[in-house]
């Protein structure tokens, strides 16, 4: 299932009440699902939110760039959270049916920092 701004993986029972993984960044949003079914039994929900540019919109502060000739880092990860809780996580919750479902952010690389 997609949103405007998500992609939304439906738990396949318990919708309502499990648990749901807000991946930032959707493009090993497969993977992540299959490592995670893997990984338990227990039902859970999976929306992964795209994200255009990782270094200027994960960053947490703006910083140099770390290779040479790469871009520097942007710093807009406020903002990034800012459009996760206003507009990604409430449209989550409504196409799952599940506004009170528990919610963990989730990432890899430097939405991993971005998420912790």
Same mark, same amino acid.
Not at 8 to 16: G, H, N, S
Not at 63 to 85: H, I, M
């Given at each position: 299932?997609?949103?405007?701004?998500?992609?939304?993986?439906?738990?396949?029972?318990?919708?309502?009440?499990? *648990?749901? @993984?807000?991946?930032?960044?959707?493009?090993?949003?497969?993977?992540?699902?299959?490592?995670?079914?893997?990984?338990?039994?227990?039902?859970?929900?999976?929306?992964?939110? &795209?994200?255009?540019?990782?270094?200027?919109?994960?960053? *947490?502060? &703006?910083?140099?760039?770390? @290779?040479?000739?790469?871009?520097? @880092?942007?710093?807009?990860?406020?903002? @990034?959270?800012?459009?996760?809780?206003?507009?990604?996580? &409430?449209?989550?919750?409504?196409?799952?049916?599940?506004?009170?479902? &528990?919610?963990?952010?989730?990432?890899?690389?430097?939405?991993?920092?971005?998420?912790?």
């Amino acid at each position: 299932m997609n949103g405007s701004d998500h992609i939304l993986y439906p738990a396949e029972k318990d919708r309502e009440t499990a *648990p749901v @993984f807000l991946l930032l960044g959707e493009e090993k949003a497969d993977r992540v699902l299959d490592c995670l079914r893997g990984l338990t039994d227990v039902p859970f929900s999976l929306a992964a939110c &795209p994200v255009e540019d990782w270094d200027r919109e994960l960053s *947490p502060w &703006p910083a140099k760039a770390v @290779f040479k000739g790469g871009e520097d @880092f942007g710093g807009g990860g406020d903002a @990034f959270l800012e459009r996760v809780e206003q507009a990604i996580l &409430p449209a989550v919750r409504e196409g799952l049916g599940a506004p009170a479902a &528990p919610v963990y952010l989730a990432g890899y690389s430097l939405a991993g920092l971005l998420a912790a």
